[in-house]
T-cell receptor, first 110, second 114 residues
Framework: GENVEQHPSTLSVQEGDSAVIKCTYS??????FPWYKQELGKRPQLIID?????GEKKDQRIAVTLNKTAKHFSLHITETQPEDSAVYFC?????????FGGGTRVLVKP | NAGVTQTPKFQVLKTGQSMTLQCAQD?????MSWYRQDPGMGLRLIHY???????DQGEVPNGYNVSRSTTEDFPLRLLSAAPSQTSVYFC?????????????FGPGTRLTVT
């Protein structure tokens, strides 16, 4: 089946610095790549997504890049703030299923 | 709109018991799915449905059954609970069409099997 690998598993950054999370996928037919944020004890919520016909997408301090040739995509958070502390999940779509990565726990230190 | 609702929020079962986790959405979404999230791990797909009357297996379907008789409801049934099924269960829904769209998650059900 489809496999999505996510790195790093934990990431500690100083407030104001940037954070980068990387994911690789295996199914070349995947064409939708969302990122979800899950705060402690809460449900996952979509923060940004990108489709395979786009190489980069930005939304304020968040950006996602996609390299279909290399089968990897990344989440970039700039000017990190304490409220960015959470677990972030990447995912891809293959067939009718979303496959999630293992998650990255981000801690923003004030 | 209530969005995606799940009941119960917490449940403790003994090994061998059966139960049904309820999930409902009021957004008229065709696509619904069930995930389990184990401590420190990602979300693993159990079963999903692309519309009423249609269900299919995900990554970890063993020990679970689903049905989709209406667009709104997608219950998950545990046939004979085992300690390995201790987890947090999330139901999600999304509109569908040409490809995937944002999945809206329910608040989750925390299940403990002793």
């Amino acid at each position: 089946g489809e496999n999505v690998e996510q790195h790093p598993s934990t990431l500690s950054v100083q407030e104001g610095d940037s954070a980068v999370i990387k994911c690789t996928y295996s199914d070349s037919a995947s064409n939708y790549f969302p990122w979800y944020k899950q705060e402690l004890g809460k449900r996952p919520q979509l923060i940004i997504d990108i489709r395979s016909n786009v190489g980069e997408k930005k939304d304020q301090r968040i950006a996602v890049t996609l390299n279909k040739t290399a089968k990897h995509f990344s989440l970039h958070i700039t000017e990190t703030q304490p409220e960015d502390s959470a677990v972030y999940f990447c995912a891809d779509s293959a067939g009718n299923k979303l496959t999630f990565g293992g998650g990255t726990r981000v801690l923003v230190k004030p | 709109n209530a969005g995606v609702t799940q009941t119960p929020k917490f449940q403790v079962l003994k090994t061998g018991q059966s139960m049904t986790l309820q999930c409902a959405q009021d957004m008229n979404h065709e696509y619904m799915s069930w995930y389990r999230q184990d401590p420190g791990m990602g979300l693993r797909l159990i079963h999903y449905s692309v519309g009423a009357g249609i269900t299919d297996q995900g990554e970890v379907p063993n020990g679970y059954n689903v049905s989709r008789s209406t667009t709104e409801d997608f219950p998950l049934r545990l046939l004979s609970a085992a300690p390995s099924q201790t987890s947090v269960y999330f139901c999600a829904s999304s509109s569908s069409g040409q490809g995937f769209y944002e999945q809206y998650f329910g608040p989750g059900t925390r299940l403990t099997v002793t």
